[in-house]
């Protein structure tokens, strides 16, 4: 009797806590839960179009989480050259990289400020209503981005975008929450999935729906309002997709425990097969020493998901980094060392990239990785990054269908590989903490990584302009040095994989 009593004391349900009803619902329903999954695609897919397709057509670039491709990359430019050179900010033509990338780092600054601060109100509050938020966060602004008539108006909108959005974080915690154990490398695939493929898919749109006065005449005049505001259609598009998506979210259940206090209740032993993680903290909370207990909460003494947050940083900067370097090299001239692509060319490569990418993270990626374990996928694909990077500037000496060919395998399994990295990471950071810290654990891990991408914009288009400016360099001249550097913050990311710097949680 004495383990039955245990059994029910930490396999309460209450009915008034939207918490419990998900874990009655993990318990009786074993299967993959299509339809809470199928809600965070189209969320996801919605975030990561407006921070990705929006830059493209004004900046001129991107991708990103990857991992973020991360993650990340809303500094997509394709046509982000071309809008730059609208507001003629640049005085040289090699300086368009430069002013460009700082349109994308705008974004990551203003989400590093507040990503943990939106973590600790989902934690408070609720994962739902910081979603709901940030889905009509990029509905304002990115409309506004669309419309901006200064380089310094884009850029205030970028960060304003990015400060008040803090969807990413808390989705996360909600991904693994709203999954059984055995799907969670499934939920949280889905999300980095689809954030990278709106990554891809938004510089796409943006490279072809960017300036349609001139690459449509016959459907839009000049004297319109897409001829006066040429990168306003592209943002638009994703607008309109946003608004569907903030319908959609009300038909998410929110998955955070709102109750007080675990109690004695009467359950069947049939239906008491998942247990509540604020109830097993709490439980033990009085038989915990306080210190011990403070211990085993504060996220800065976890080094588990601190290990893990700095690794997953080091990877975002890399991915930002070549997101922004990627699309800015292929439309820069064969002289230069780049592709001399249209914008349109970029895009298509994108989104084929971006098919197969999801493809990739929806059937093979949970296989995979219940196979050999996230913290492998991670170290085996970074490792696999090492030679892909080092063929680019090799590939740029191709031409005609070989060139488009090879430089889309080449993109398709850069995006695959560094999408499968981050969500490895996103695995052991959800794994490391409880749920009521996991909100504030991935928003401090949205905040950190915001930092590095910061720098992933800025930093990756001033070095494409300087190593234009060295094509008669002895070592490394040109592109290659830009490829090397990529190849030596990968190593160091694939170093810090490995004990005793990373920490894999129980």
């Not at 001129?60 to 990340?72: V, Y």
């Not at 903290?281 to 020493?289: F, Q, R, S, V």
């Not at 993109?411 to 695995?427: C, D, Q, R, W, Y």
């Not at 288009?461 to 490829?483: D, M």
Request: proline share 4%.
């Amino acid at each position: 009797m004495a383990e039955n009593e245990q059994l029910l004391l930490k396999k309460v349900y209450y009915e008034d806590c939207p918490g419990c009803r998900i874990d009655r619902r993990k318990a009786s329903r074993r299967g993959i839960p299509f339809r809470e999954l199928f809600y965070l695609w189209v969320v996801v897919l919605g975030t990561g179009l407006g921070k990705g397709p929006t830059t493209v057509g004004l900046s001129g670039k991107g991708l990103g989480s990857s991992s973020s491709l991360s993650e990340d990359l809303t500094s997509s430019l394709v046509d982000g050259k071309n809008w730059v050179r609208d507001f003629h900010i640049a005085k040289t033509e090699e300086d368009v990289s430069f002013y460009a990338g700082f349109v994308g780092a705008s974004f990551m600054l203003g989400r590093a400020l507040t990503s943990y601060l939106w973590g600790i109100v989902a934690d408070r509050y609720g994962r739902k209503p910081v979603i709901m938020t940030g889905t009509i966060v990029v509905v304002i602004f990115n409309t506004l981005f669309g419309l901006s008539t200064s380089f310094w108006m884009a850029i205030c909108t970028r960060f304003l975008l990015g400060s008040l959005n803090g969807l990413l974080g808390p989705i996360k915690a909600y991904a693994s929450e709203v999954c059984r154990a055995e799907y969670q490398a499934l939920g949280l695939s889905i999300i980095s999935t689809s954030w990278g493929v709106g990554l891809i898919i938004g510089p796409a749109l943006g490279g072809i729906l960017s300036q349609p006065a001139e690459k449509y005449p016959s459907v839009f005049s000049k004297d319109s309002l897409f001829g006066r505001f040429p990168y306003f259609l592209p943002s638009l598009c994703i607008s309109v997709f946003a608004v569907v998506v903030t319908i959609v979210c009300f038909w998410l259940p929110e998955t955070l425990h709102k109750h007080k206090g675990c109690r004695r209740g009467t359950m069947s032993y049939e239906n008491l097969e998942a247990s509540s993680d604020g109830c097993d903290l709490k439980e033990k909370a009085g038989e915990t020493d306080g210190k011990e207990l403070d211990s085993k909460l504060s996220l800065f003494r976890n080094w588990p998901l601190m290990s893990s947050v700095i690794v997953y940083c080091v990877f975002s900067l890399h991915d930002m980094a070549y997101t922004e370097i990627f699309s800015l090299w292929a439309v820069s001239p064969k002289q230069d060392g780049g592709l001399s692509y249209t914008s349109h060319d970029v895009g298509n490569i994108l989104a084929i990239s971006g098919f197969g990418l999801m493809v990739f993270q929806l059937f093979l990626y949970p296989v995979v990785s219940k196979i050999l374990g996230p913290v492998s996928v991670s170290r085996i694909f970074a490792v696999l990054s090492v030679p892909l990077l080092a063929s680019y500037p090799l590939i740029a000496r191709l031409s005609g269908i070989e060139l488009l060919v090879t430089i889309t395998t080449a993109s398709l399994l850069k995006n695959v590989l560094a999408v499968s990295i981050t969500t490895g990471m996103f695995i052991l950071q959800n794994n490391a903490v409880t749920q009521e810290k996991r909100g504030a654990a991935n928003g401090f891990s949205m905040t950190a990584m915001s930092l590095f991408k910061a720098a992933g914009p800025a930093g990756g288009g001033a070095l494409l302009s300087w190593s234009e400016k060295r094509q008669g360099a002895t070592f490394l001249p040109g592109i290659q040095v830009v490829f090397f550097i990529l190849i030596v913050i990968e190593v160091i990311g694939i170093i810090m994989t490995f004990k005793p710097f990373l920490a894999v949680p129980e």
